[in-house]
């Protein structure tokens, strides 16, 4: 099938160029005595351009356009082995005019490609030839011009300082050498070193009217001696009709090519493209010459060297910008050190001497350390919880104890609950508190009073564990369920600077029973704080209050411990650990001075200064004891209004406990059982400073 398509493509070749012969005065008749007789496909010697064996050795007419070019791989010793070479493609060639031994370049215009072609395939000599001759006509390894050159051209004198032989034995030769009175050029450039991306734009030519040499910028390169480079005819110029004698290169000459522009290149072509024209594509690539050049980066330029700043002197600005990076980096260093150090001092590893370490492994609550504190008051939060000394409020089961809220109706019926029933915790003996509105309530819905809906515990060291100065740790897990109000805190044994706060208040751990998505901070938020001032309403908590977060868990999940560190230099809050601080509070200030509270308040009271003599420690230089505990809902704002769907209103408190009690559809449901609702602790250990 290939040996058809070549003969083929022969014929319309000979067909094309024919035709138009008459549309370019530079085409000549096409030889139809073409051999297509080759079994490989290829084209013989009598396909090949050139004059035929027997053809004048002084014929100057120019070759043709071929109309139909074919393509024909040529292997050559560089890539024997590999995969076929495209020869290269030449367009607007002419004949080269021939003298006795070298070609004649008179009357051929500037602006030039110079190529040294021969076939790489070595054909036989002609039978007329001797074996030795010299060749009178040069083969296909004369050079093939587009446009021309001057006689006297630097270039043609450089080309013509080699002379052809061909014999039966070596099948053509060229030798000679460079003739030393030529200068070399930097603009001709080697065409085996040259890719075509490389090549250079054209010079000025030949001035051929005069017979003289117009000036040119450059000559030729010389080229060392290297091993023998074959090259090829072109298949595209086969329509000639002379076959062109393979000849191998004993001496690499000064082989190279002047690319001109491509636009006057396309000047003399019939087409851009076609039957009848040669593309930009095959002007680009005529002249090539397939062999391996040697690696030269295209980015960078030859003896580039990369700038080294560092080795290079700095200017007095760069300088002073270093050393102000460095001196600032070794000052914040030290800055850490000493901050480090002064906390590791300020924290102190103390003795303590153990109060109290329960564990809550008996079988019932331990009523000498803990006292059940028994009112119905609200303790001054308008909390709706009834603190009982019920076991079915506080208990211990399984080495745990429970403090569990639980309805108030279960026991007194509801109809009591909401009138006519009283409760007087004073004639009973069980009251904790001296305030009449603490021991006793008596409903009637008419007027807005209720029992406390709902039954719970609180449950205080004071008889047992009272400490100053200290250590303390409750291990528990919180309460889960809206409007619950979990509480580990401690109170002053003794009210010795004046009613709350002016006496103190700590507050180890507070937190809420709804889920995360509470405003407010649901079970995943613990609040730490220490309450004091002269009085109730400049009560500066705020300034010593934080809290902490849970990011993937909640309180109500598991069990943490909650921890107080107390000494005459400090008072710390902290979760599971020393690390995780709540609060710190250090004892350099008096909170008088700290607090800047104002000489009056309200309706023109003065304001009295409750910790008199300076003493920073002071309210929380007495004695205090610890509370565990689980109210619910309040009128204090620890649950702020109009948030969550909340069923009453802190300034409502007449109505406030009935309103949440009505509205127990809404959040009796998030309440689960004993433990799920309830308070769980599993140790408490409370240490005194030895």
Not at 6 to 27: C, G, K, V
Not at 139 to 147: F, N, R, V, Y
Not at 185 to 196: C, E
Not at 353 to 375: G, I, M, P, S
Request: glycine residues 8%; charged residues 15%; aromatic residues 10%.
């Amino acid at each position: 099938m290939a040996a058809s398509q070549d003969r083929s493509d022969a014929s319309a070749s000979t067909q094309s160029s024919t035709e138009s012969n008459n549309e370019n005065p530079f085409r000549t008749p096409v030889d139809s005595t073409t051999d297509v007789s080759s079994p490989s496909g290829q084209a013989s010697q009598s396909e090949t351009l050139g004059a035929s064996p027997n053809a004048s050795s002084g014929s100057g007419s120019p070759f043709p356009f071929p109309a139909q070019q074919q393509q024909h791989p040529v292997r050559s010793p560089i890539n024997k082995g590999k995969r076929p070479v495209r020869p290269a493609q030449l367009s607007t060639a002419t004949r080269l005019p021939l003298s006795e031994s070298t070609a004649s370049f008179e009357g051929l215009a500037s602006g030039s490609r110079f190529l040294l072609r021969a076939d790489i395939k070595r054909a036989k000599p002609a039978p007329q030839d001797p074996p030795s001759a010299v060749a009178t006509e040069p083969s296909s390894a004369l050079p093939l011009t587009i446009g021309g050159v001057g006689n006297s051209d630097l270039a043609l004198q450089q080309f013509q300082s080699f002379a052809f032989t061909n014999n039966a034995e070596t099948g053509g030769a060229w030798t000679g050498s460079y003739p030393d009175t030529v200068p070399p050029s930097p603009s001709m450039l080697q065409a085996d070193a040259v890719s075509p991306s490389t090549s250079r734009p054209g010079t000025a030519g030949a001035d051929t009217s005069s017979g003289g040499l117009r000036s040119r910028p450059s000559a030729v390169n010389p080229v060392p001696d290297v091993p023998p480079l074959p090259v090829t005819s072109h298949p595209r110029l086969q329509s000639a009709g002379r076959a062109l004698s393979s000849v191998s290169m004993q001496h690499k000459p000064s082989v190279f090519f002047h690319r001109p522009s491509t636009a006057s290149l396309r000047r003399g072509l019939p087409s851009r493209a076609g039957h009848h024209g040669t593309s930009v594509a095959n002007i680009d690539q005529a002249g090539r010459i397939p062999t391996r050049r040697h690696f030269v980066s295209r980015r960078l330029p030859v003896g580039y060297s990369a700038e080294k700043p560092w080795l290079t002197s700095q200017a007095r600005a760069e300088k002073l910008s270093s050393w102000i990076v460095i001196v600032s980096f070794v000052l914040g260093l030290a800055l850490i050190g000493i901050l480090t150090w002064v906390g590791t001092t300020e924290i102190q590893n103390y003795n303590y001497c153990t109060v109290l370490e329960d564990y809550f492994d008996k079988a019932h609550l331990n009523t000498t350390v803990w006292t059940r504190d028994v009112q119905v008051g609200g303790f001054g939060n308008g909390e709706f919880e009834w603190a009982t000394d019920s076991a079915n409020n506080s208990f211990v089961r399984d080495g745990r104890l429970y403090i569990v809220p639980t309805f108030t109706a279960d026991v007194i019926g509801e109809d009591n609950m909401m009138n006519g029933y009283t409760v007087n915790l004073t004639r009973a003996g069980t009251c904790t508190s001296t305030a009449d509105g603490d021991c006793a309530v008596r409903s009637n819905r008419s007027v807005g009073n209720m029992i406390p809906p709902i039954m719970s515990a609180r449950l205080l060291t004071r008889n047992f564990a009272n400490i100053r100065y200290g250590k303390v740790e409750v291990r528990a897990k919180l309460p889960r369920g809206d409007w619950l109000w979990p509480a580990i805190w401690m109170m002053p044994t003794d009210s010795v600077y004046g009613p709350w706060p002016a006496s103190g208040e700590i507050d180890i751990c507070e937190s809420r029973g709804n889920d995360h998505t509470y405003g407010a901070g649901g079970n995943n938020v613990m609040s730490s704080t220490l309450h004091w001032g002269p009085t109730a309403a400049l009560n500066r908590y705020w300034k010593t209050h934080s809290t902490l977060t849970l990011k993937h868990s909640t309180f109500t999940d598991g069990f943490h411990t909650f921890g107080l560190e107390w000494s005459d230099k400090y008072i710390m809050t902290y979760l599971d650990g020393r690390l995780r601080q709540a609060i710190y509070h250090k004892f350099a200030t008096p909170f008088w001075t700290y607090g800047t509270f104002p000489s009056t308040y309200g309706n023109g009271s003065t304001v009295h200064d409750p910790w008199p003599g300076g003493d920073p420690q002071a309210p929380f230089d007495q004695e205090f004891y610890l509370i565990l505990n689980v109210a619910v809902g309040g009128t204090n704002g620890w649950f702020p209004d109009n948030q969550a769907n909340k069923p009453w209103n802190n300034d409502d408190r007449q109505t406030a406990m009935t309103s949440f009690w009505d509205a127990r559809d809404s959040w009796q449901k998030t309440w689960g059982d004993e433990y799920d609702r309830g308070m769980v602790v599993d140790s408490v250990k409370i240490y005194s400073m030895c």
